[in-house]
């Protein structure tokens, strides 16, 4: 079985009220170390729990090369996203101490070439390389957790 390539489009956005499940773009930013792939995790600003890079939709923009924006805003990723998403997870973002917004979050491979010293958030984030089973075992999401654990580029021709 071979999958045909489809082109995905840049996104048109129409609004959302603050209710409505918001949809993220989520990078699961990689590199390959003697043929096995290690897998970057981030802490995020507020809890410092271990996360990946994501980011709402940009007009204009597919949401591979949204998630590859985040992941050089958050952690200087310099590298190059698929348009192959890997799956979806869901979480609560916190807005506030007493209230949380609904989010989905599609996740986007993103192969790492190197990591700049300079980017739009550096020193807020600690980040982290590990093997995927020891970085599901750090997230929160059990999603992200199957996500993470299951991922394997070579089965993807990545």
């Not at 995790?41 to 939709?57: A, D, F, H, M, Y």
């Not at 924006?69 to 997870?89: D, F, I």
């Not at 700049?116 to 997230?139: I, S, T, Y």
């Amino acid at each position: 079985m071979s999958f045909q390539a489809i082109q995905q489009m840049p996104l048109a956005l129409p609004a959302a009220t603050k209710t409505e499940v918001r949809t993220q773009f989520a990078a699961l930013c990689y590199r390959m170390v003697r043929d096995k792939p290690e897998i970057l995790l981030i802490t995020s600003r507020g809890s410092g729990r271990w996360i990946v890079p994501k980011g709402w939709p940009v007009a204009g923009k597919t949401p591979a090369e949204i998630a590859q924006l985040e992941a050089w805003e958050e952690v200087g990723v310099r590298g190059r996203a698929y348009e192959q998403c890997l799956g979806a997870y869901s979480y609560t973002k916190a807005i506030g101490p007493e209230r949380g917004l609904p989010c989905l979050a599609m996740v986007y491979p993103v192969r790492v070439k190197t990591l700049a010293g300079k980017f739009p958030e550096a020193g807020q984030r600690k980040h982290k390389w590990l093997r995927p089973k020891k970085a599901a075992a750090r997230v929160d999401e059990p999603e992200l957790k199957h996500i993470i654990r299951s991922f394997d580029p070579h089965r993807l021709g990545l």
